[in-house]
């Protein structure tokens, strides 16, 4: 397993303030972001955008090239153990775009031969054909948005495809690669638990090996947090259905291993594993953001989040691509780590805070104590993890760690 990668002592420089003091580096994964959709979804803030005609696929491909090549210096000889080309919608891209995208992975990255590589692809965009090359060029998962099998819920949410074309970019997926995921989201307007049951039953009837379930979510500066939709669940409601939901999985031979998250086993997502477990990520494209470890600090940057700026800026070669870069503070680790980890049902062995934060557990010794005595954190000292009550109130026990 391509786990750790030690730091050699002669690599180590004098420490810098606030150094991390880290003894080896995390696991990397690479994001790419594909930023265009064929329409808008009222209930998206995603950095994804209309498409005016074609996507502009070749100075796309140059910039993302360029982008790469900039970031070498920061991941020099690092493992990559999984590539997710996210959106947007990257279904978009053409097969031959898709294959010059993954072979400039493949000769600039120190791809781990059998990498988890993740393709998004909207059910309105899917052609079988495309997805038969996407496999041939090395995707091997592809994650499917099919939001609902009810065509009046997918009128409702504005997106491009009917419940048939759901169906059918199933099968097409089905018999291009062996690992599917299907996103699905729930307490949509006027949904009934029994309808929601019904979607996840339906998702479960195709034998595919994962599942991400989303709560829609009003988010700020889209069109549903401008004009919500009515009758939307109750929180109640939604808990109660997210229960049922879980029941149905593990009947289905899928664990929830994640707030959102439920699969196989060994088909767990290993590239949100990787963010989940405080990992490292090297984002590219536009609006990507990144997090990336060195001996003595932790970065995360962000790049510029508008296609045609990030385009002509990755192109000019002057770093002005990426938005912005922050050092992660000493007084932040704990509340980034725990926000992550926690989230996993099984948490993560103990020792993973001080390899992937540089600091030592008596930093939070208070806070994990606190967290113990309030029965939301598992007393078992080997590994961190939520009881089943601080899985309930996950944002109460992850608040207990901001600084
Ligand atoms: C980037 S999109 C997936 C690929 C593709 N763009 C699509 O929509 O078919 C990732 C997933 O996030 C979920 N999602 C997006 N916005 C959401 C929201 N406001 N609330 C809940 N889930 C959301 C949807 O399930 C969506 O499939
Ligand atoms: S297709 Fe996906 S990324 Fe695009 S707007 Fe809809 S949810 Fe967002």
Redesign the pocket.
Known sequence: MPITIPIRPAAAAPAARGASGLTSLPPLSVYVHVPW?VRK?P????N?HAAEGEIPERAYLDALRADLEQALPGIWGRQVISVFI??????LLSAAGLDELLAMLRAYLNLWPDAEITM?????TAEAGRFRDYAASGVNRL?????SFDDAQLRALG?IHNADQARRAIDMAQSAVSRINL???FALPGQSPRDCEADVREALSYGTEHL?L??????PN?V?AKYPPGNLPDDDTAAAMQDAVEALAAGAGLERYEVSAYARPGARCRHNLNYWEFGDYLGIGPGAHGKLSFHDRILREARTRNPERWMAAAMARDGSHIAETREVGKDELPFEFMLNVLRLKEGVPTSHFAERTGLSLAAIAHQLEAAVRKGLLDADPTRLKATPHGWAFLNDLQALFLN
Do not use: I, K
């Open positions: 959709c979804c209930y998206c803030d995603f994804s996210g959106g947007g919608t990257p279904s998004e692809a909207n059910p309105g994650s499917l948005g099919v939001q997106r996103d699905l989201m991400s989303y709560h829609l979510t009003l988010e889209t549903f």
